[in-house]
């Protein structure tokens, strides 16, 4: 296993588009996370699933966001409706135990939204 | 309100000092206290993490030190070296919710 996997690595897309991203975290651990983090800001919760229960969103994610988690496998993070706003990398990690360990992250999706 | 406040945006050292890196924070019921480092185009990894009931945690050229009154947590890292070179996120837990609130960030630069 090598690591938490997150596809594409880059996305540009038009305003008004959708776009879907995808985790793929490390087998064994049942913990997912959706981070997204904008240029000179640390990364900012947007939600959290365990095996394939969504937990908790953070008001972050707007009604055009939508996070599942099927199987509690992989887990894919769609955008409707693109705004510029939305430009931004989108990070996932995932965990088996709680702290201190911490999470493990991918490297992310960078969107751009022209 | 941002409830973890990393006040450097930089830090320059020279190779075999010490850098120190500062966090702050404004929850005094955060239960975990973690630092990640990030290197360009990758994700964070995680480096050490401390409790709130320890004022210290060691991880052979990593410290963190944490005083809960003040609520202030610091990274030292000795002796610095190129490789370090990265941004450093301070983070922070609380309860049993898995949710990680960060800093903005410093970035440290080691120069050889």
């Known amino acids: 296993d090598t690591g938490v996997s997150q596809n594409p690595r880059h996305k540009i897309t038009k305003r008004g588009q959708n776009v879907t991203f995808r985790c793929d975290p490390i087998?064994?651990?049942?913990?997912l996370y959706w981070y997204r983090q904008t240029l000179g800001q640390g990364p900012e919760f947007l939600t959290y699933?365990?095996?394939?229960?969504?937990?908790?969103k953070s008001r972050l994610l707007s009604d055009r966001f939508s996070a599942e988690r099927p199987k509690g496998s992989f887990s894919t993070l769609e955008i409707q409706r693109t705004e510029q706003g939305d430009s931004a990398m989108y990070l996932c990690?995932?965990?088996?135990?709680?702290?201190?360990?911490?999470?493990?992250f991918g490297s992310g999706t960078r969107l751009t939204v022209v | 309100d941002q409830q973890v406040k990393q006040n450097s945006p930089s830090l320059s050292v020279q190779e075999g000092r010490i850098s120190i890196l500062n966090c702050d924070y404004t929850n005094s019921m955060f239960d975990y206290f973690l630092w990640y480092k990030k290197y360009p185009a990758e994700g964070p990894t995680f480096l050490i993490s401390?409790?709130?009931?320890?004022d210290k945690n060691e991880d052979g050229r990593f410290t963190v030190f944490l005083n809960k009154s003040a609520k202030h947590l610091s990274l030292h890292i000795v002796p610095s070296q190129p490789g370090d070179s990265a941004v450093y996120f301070c983070a922070t837990q609380r309860g049993s919710n898995y949710k990680l609130t960060f800093g903005k960030g410093t970035l440290l630069t080691v120069n050889p």
């Open positions: 699933f365990q095996n394939e229960a969504q937990l908790e």
């Open positions: 990690a995932s965990s088996l135990r709680g702290f201190p360990y911490g999470y493990t």
């Open positions: 087998s064994e651990h049942n913990r």
């Open positions: 401390i409790s709130s009931i320890k």
